[in-house]
């Protein structure tokens, strides 16, 4: 299961929500999530999982409203951390999820 991987390994989750078709997801997924610079940054902290907003997995207790949305969530309990909606550059996003990692695990 993903949660214990995310664990045994102290990572965070982050779970991006796209839309078909969204401009702005493919940008972000082009962008950041398919640049192995960027990835790679990612792996070292984060367990990424990508999930359309159709998907019938998507928990109602999500409200998405924007997209992309990219959650950050805890592996122990998948409690919301931090929420990001919209494109965010792909350095500016790399920064944002540092600084939610580095209080998480201070």
Known sequence: MKRKKALNEKKLILLSVTKELCPYCIKMEKDVFEN??????????????????????????????????????????????????????????IELLDEVYEQEFK
């Open 36 to 93: 192995t610079i960027y990835r790679n940054q990612i792996e070292k902290k984060y367990l990424h999982v990508t999930i359309n907003k159709e998907d019938s997995k998507l928990p109602q207790a999500l409200h998405v409203k924007y997209f992309p949305t990219n959650l950050i969530l805890s592996p122990s309990d998948l409690k919301i951390i931090d929420d990001f909606a919209g494109y965010i550059e792909p350095v500016s996003f």
